[in-house]
């Protein structure tokens, strides 16, 4: 896994884009960028130089659910690969973020361990 | 004030009339509204509380939960800082005296693996305490969840706002105020419904863990991610 990736934290809480972004320096990647709903995501993302994208799901302007749809549906960035942080844990939700094309799914709250065990479950099954 | 209080209780059949008339006057508002179907509104304010009262339990615990982690932390941040900080001023003083008075070769020898004993302690201290101000930090988590469900909150007031205006509305005769009334419930009748088809999947923190077709932890996720095969 390559720690100098270009990551993408999509939330528009920033008490808790402080929390993931603090978590993934502690586990080594300083390449951080911030976005505080998806429609600013898709904005920066179109941007280019993103290698991953960390997102919530309920958010004003652009939920992540359709941005992801989006992403998937965007030749130039099809690939990129999305971990869902949500408090959102109905079982629809899951299924639906799985089936829109989600790496990997988190519910809040969520420790320091899950969030370094998905990601890395993410960089082993795409074989980085 | 008082002294109308005095006429009214001074008049027991006056009184007994007053009862009667509030009593007919309560029955033509009941049967008024159920006519006009307004109950139905009251009561779908009604279920909107105990809902609330979910909510508002769920913010007092996940905000108490959060104060405790922190301060648990600091409770065992503290005492680590205070022996780096005590064991690094012992040794300092020691060499001081050695520096102004260097005798005995044996007392150095001694102070040199003192020295060496306590660095060799600090990095696991330092640590430590940075494993406990992440714990802080990550206890902070509850903003966002608490924010979520302070949002709902919100929306169950309006919707309660909502209906009320309704049951005043038909209450209020033709007019500019009835008017204003119509309008302001209007707006807010499409605001709701704007909020409803968004809805949906949006819900938010779930306050009642135990509910159906509702994760309750991220091995459950995990679960259900293995059975659908992704």
Redesign the interface.
């Known amino acids: 896994m390559d720690k100098g990736m270009s990551i993408l934290v999509v939330?528009d809480?920033p008490?808790?884009r402080?929390?993931v972004r603090?978590?993934l320096k502690?586990l080594g990647f300083t390449n951080v960028e911030e976005a505080e709903d998806g429609q600013e995501a898709l904005t920066k993302l179109k941007g280019g130089g993103f290698d991953f994208v960390v997102s919530d799901?309920?958010m004003p302007n652009l939920?992540g659910?359709e941005m992801l749809k989006q992403i998937r549906a965007d030749e130039s960035m099809k690939s990129m690969p999305v971990l869902m942080v949500t408090?959102?844990?109905?079982?629809?939700?899951?299924?639906?973020a799985?089936q829109a094309g989600a790496n990997g799914?988190?519910?809040?709250?969520?420790?320091?361990v899950?969030l370094e065990e998905k990601l890395n479950k993410i960089f082993e099954k795409l074989g980085k | 004030m008082s002294g109308e209080a005095r006429s009214v209780t001074s008049e027991a059949g006056h009184n007994d009339d007053l009862v009667q008339r509030i009593g007919q006057l309560t029955r033509m508002l009941r049967e008024s509204m159920r006519e006009l179907g307004l109950d139905k509104e009251v009561e779908k304010a009604a279920e909107a509380i105990p809902d609330a009262r979910a909510r508002l339990n769920y913010v007092a615990s996940m905000t108490e939960q959060a104060a405790e982690r922190a301060l648990n932390a600091v409770d065992r941040a503290q005492p680590l800082q205070d022996e780096m900080e005590r064991g690094a001023q012992a040794l300092d003083e020691k060499w001081q005296t050695w520096f102004q008075q260097p005798l005995e070769m044996d007392d150095a020898r001694e102070l040199v693996t003192e020295t060496r004993h306590y660095l060799g302690s600090v990095p696991a201290m330092a640590r430590n305490t940075s494993k406990e101000l992440?714990e802080i930090?990550?206890a902070?988590?509850?903003?966002?969840?608490t924010?979520?469900v302070i949002k709902k909150m919100m929306e169950v007031i309006q919707e309660v706002e909502r209906q009320l205006l309704q049951v005043l509305l038909e209450s209020v005769p033709e007019g500019d105020e009835r008017e204003a009334m119509r309008e302001r419930m209007n707006n807010r009748t499409a605001e709701d419904a704007r909020r409803r088809e968004?809805a949906g999947?949006?819900?938010?923190?779930?306050i009642k863990?135990d509910g159906e077709?509702?994760?309750?932890?991220?091995d459950q996720?995990d679960d259900?991610?293995d059975e659908?095969g992704?």
């Open positions: 939330d809480f008490t808790m402080r929390i603090s978590l502690e799901w309920n939920d659910l408090a959102e844990a109905k079982k629809d939700n899951i299924v639906a799985a799914y988190i519910v809040k709250p969520f420790t320091a899950t | 992440l930090m990550m902070q988590d509850f903003q966002d969840l924010g979520q968004q999947l949006m819900n938010g923190p779930q863990p077709d509702i994760v309750s932890s991220q996720v259900l991610l659908l992704f």
